[in-house]
DNA sequence: TGGATCTTTGAATCATTCC
DNA sequence: AGGAATGATTCAAAGATCC
């Protein structure tokens, strides 16, 4: 096992405290799964990895010019049989779940050289799949010898610690992102090139890059400011550079000193964005609960007030205790709404309404008022 | 094991002679494994299968409107525990190998709940994938409760025999059928609706049953005419009113004798094309949709940037997560655009505007810009 | 008849808090 | 721990209905 040197970078996370024995904000140099052991169980709230696709390739590949193609070649990616590629896929994942928080998640990105190895073995360690996520690539490699279809896809996978665990997800994030669609398993974004990829001699420094819009999406969805992403496969550094611009913790796993030196330059040149810019779309959970009953106690809704659905199809007659009433129907707003429409739930809050001004309000707007006057 | 009836339905075969000790262009009714069993070493040119997915649902689901999800619950996608759904998968799939020619291929289509199992198995048995393929559905059913990415797609694994097997790929028709670009490894079709929906009584005859589009491409691309095409998960029998249409031999596996009667009565309705009638039939490329997110993800927009109306008189800042906040008001640039204006609704691309040297330009112009940068 | 609007539905591992 | 109450949540396509 290789001796860990951790790297600080000068990095000065804009993000909160989080457990002091982590290296936050650091690379740890060395192999993969020995460093994962020196890190504590349930410590990362966010796992993003990119391990190596076992590619398998034979020999050269030229392009119908005759140029050659800069194939992923190097000793890395290189595993004796699909054997002993599983079992690697399965120690590193092992020890992944060991430092996964219970309520964190996991995220690994392949191609079909070795996702469903990866998501095979996800699956039989206990992770829960919460979704795959396909990488629709806007600029692929197209097939030079006309043999297959177009490879234009990645495919990522992202589990929970466990069937019942809780996970993050921003969900209005990614609504918000997606103008006000939900966000679907297939994302296109371009392969990384241009003056995102880096370079040195005119050569790109690592074979597989990914575009930092990819990992934005990924942390955007699955963490909040703060949280502590952890990448065992660091290359170089994207997930650093995207977690220091959100506001996350981040730790780096690479034993390749090349890409260690340009993960820890990249980063520092990364900008943190501002407290408000971060500001996401995330439902208001710390509003407290209010009970319908309040408003009547408090004088907002009078008992003997008639409610009404949008359509005044049903009507029905506030209780002095909170209870509604139509017909031989009564119960709580949930309940009677359910009831009168024959479904098995309904938010009471915004199917019913009152009048104002000959106009139909949902009672929720007088919760919202009601907050107001009340919250300090 | 089940008893094999051989069904013969009524379809005379515009196709060439293929081995005599086929069932050719018949129904096997029985199990799976028993019926595959009974077919002779190499003897088919390709395999589609559509396996149970081992769902493993929880309760009910309701939509947001209380209407109940009709969901499979189906006896067949029941299994015990995912090593009793891995032992299935290696089982059938170790036959199907068996009965493969050598130059044949098979298809298998699942979702994350069993594709990684059954890729796992496929490349353990030796099979040599070739690529896997994604199936973006244009009408996904959406995530009614808000807690994970729309399901929108499924896969397809394809795999040869072997490593080094040879196999037939029509690349022409493919880059034909694709507006003479190369067919990618992502396709788009709407899920089985319509008058193509088997139905009986108003009900779905199949939970499950697939889009023929998806097995024309299919068939187009890995098949010759006169090849033997063998589901082993025949269903309502989409395989076989296909490989009738475009002149291949098919031959069906399927229990369920609902599905065999449904299969019977649609395939012997299917009529075989002319070679003329073989020509195309893709629907043109309607410009892809760019949410406002898009552009802050790849830096077109940095988180922070203040966009202005064309007035001046609503001035609002980016969020990271594409909202837009002015104030207290935030929201997507559609929503708060609307509001800020106190409209029903608003185009936020032609409302907005950003400053350039000096100037108002609308973010739609940043728009049109992505995608003459993203688009082939 | 035609356009506008409403209704239905699809392989789904689909909630959280309080008592 | 388990049951009950509360509350948050949907997109596109096809067909039916209405005017």
Chains 1, 2 share one sequence.
Not at 61 to 66: A, F, S, T
Not at 142 to 149: A, D, M
Not at 250 to 278: H, K, N, T
Request: proline share 6%; aromatic share 8%; net charge neutral.
């Amino acid at each position: 096992m290789g001796v860990l040197e951790k790297v600080r970078t000068r990095s000065r996370a804009a993000a909160p405290a989080a457990p002091a024995e982590l290296p936050l904000d650091q690379i740890l140099m060395g192999d993969c799964i020995a460093a994962m052991r020196s890190l504590p169980a349930k410590s990362v709230d966010c796992i993003f990895a990119d391990p190596p696709y076992n590619l398998q390739l034979g020999g050269d590949l030229n392009r119908p010019d005759g140029s050659h193609v800069d194939a992923v070649t190097d000793h890395w990616d290189k595993f004796d049989s699909l054997a002993v590629y599983d079992r690697f896929t399965r120690e590193w994942l092992a020890e992944a779940r060991r430092i996964l928080k219970d309520d964190g998640t996991i995220w690994v990105i392949g191609s079909y050289h070795n996702i469903f190895k990866v998501g095979s073995a996800i699956q039989d360690l206990g992770f829960w799949i919460l979704n795959d996520i396909i990488w629709r690539k806007a600029n692929p490699m197209p097939n030079f010898k006309g043999t297959r279809f177009t490879n234009a896809h990645e495919t990522l996978i992202w589990a929970s610690s466990g069937e019942k665990a809780k996970y993050t997800f921003n969900y209005r994030s990614m609504k918000t992102l997606n103008d006000e669609l939900q966000m679907r398993s297939d994302w296109e974004f371009p392969i990384c090139g241009g003056q995102e990829r880096l370079k040195k001699d005119g050569h790109k420094v690592h074979p597989t890059q990914k575009p930092e819009a990819l990992l934005y999406r990924i942390l955007l969805a699955s963490t909040k400011p703060g949280d502590v992403v952890l990448d065992p496969f660091f290359g170089t550094g994207t997930t650093g550079a995207v977690a220091k611009r959100l506001g996350r913790h981040w730790i780096g796993i690479e034993r390749e000193l090349d890409y260690v030196d340009a993960a820890m330059e990249r980063i520092a040149a990364a900008l943190p964005l501002d407290e408000s810019q971060l500001k996401t779309m995330q439902a208001p959970k710390a509003a407290p609960r209010v009970a319908f009953g309040q408003l009547v106690e408090n004088g907002y809704l009078m008992p003997g007030a008639v409610l009404t659905d949008a359509k005044r199809k049903h009507v029905a007659v506030v209780g002095a205790d909170g209870s509604l009433r139509c017909g031989d129907n009564a119960g709580s707003i949930h309940k009677l709404g359910a009831a009168l429409q024959g479904a098995p739930s309904c938010n009471g809050w915004t199917y019913w309404h009152h009048e104002v001004d000959g106009k139909l309000k949902p009672i929720d707007t007088l919760r919202q008022t009601y907050l107001l006057a009340t919250q300090p």
